[in-house]
């Protein structure tokens, strides 16, 4: 049995549907007939305002984000897709807390849901910070399908990792 990193958590059954894809060379396949396009997000000032727009959406009351930015440096290999930061700062006799989302630049060229998941993600750590029972439920309040999407990604993440070429990088065909 092959090593699927991105899947350890899920089901024997489910690992085996997915390695059946992988031996009939259809994992990318399926994926692109699931999310035949790539959002149109490229810069960080839209994924700024993409993110602010959820947040508005779904956690009005929540810590303001002060920035928001696609990231290289954070690698996928590490399991992290995003981070979400506090940096506080003593300005005066004043605490000044900054909250930051970075998004791993790979997501440049996704589909829109897969960056609305891991989005969605990023931003409930602003109102839990573990990944428990009351995290997920937060996600899946602000996307339904969260968890769908999540495996999905991590299917993606695993043919990436098996060396499938970017299915909606603009050099794709």
């Known amino acids: 049995m092959r090593k699927l990193p991105y899947l350890t958590a899920y089901p024997e059954h ?3 549907q ?4 992988i031996d009939a060379g259809q994992l990318g396949d399926v994926l692109l007939q699931r999310y035949p396009a790539a959002h149109g997000i490229r810069t960080d000032k839209a994924l700024y ?3 602010q727009e959820l947040k508005d959406d779904y956690l009005r009351q929540a810590d303001p984000v002060s920035k928001v930015a696609f990231d ?7 399991h992290a897709l995003g981070l979400h930061t ?17 998004i791993a630049s790979v997501f440049r060229d996704t589909p829109l849901p897969f960056l609305r998941m891991i989005a969605v993600h990023e931003l409930a750590h602003l109102k839990e910070k573990e990944h428990d029972k009351a995290f997920y439920k937060l996600c899946c309040w602000m996307e339904p399908a969260y968890h769908q999407l999540e495996f999905d990604l991590r ?5 990436l990792n098996l060396g499938g070429r970017r299915l909606w990088s603009e ?3």
């Open 171 to 173: 050099e794709a065909p």
């Open 72 to 78: 290289s440096k954070i690698h996928v290999v590490q």
């Open 155 to 159: 299917l993606y993440l695993t043919w």
């Open 18 to 21: 997915v390695g059946q894809l």
């Open 49 to 51: 305002g993409y993110v």
């Open 86 to 102: 506090a940096v506080s700062r003593v300005q005066g006799s004043r605490l000044k807390a900054k909250r930051e989302i970075r």
């Open 14 to 16: 489910l690992l085996a």
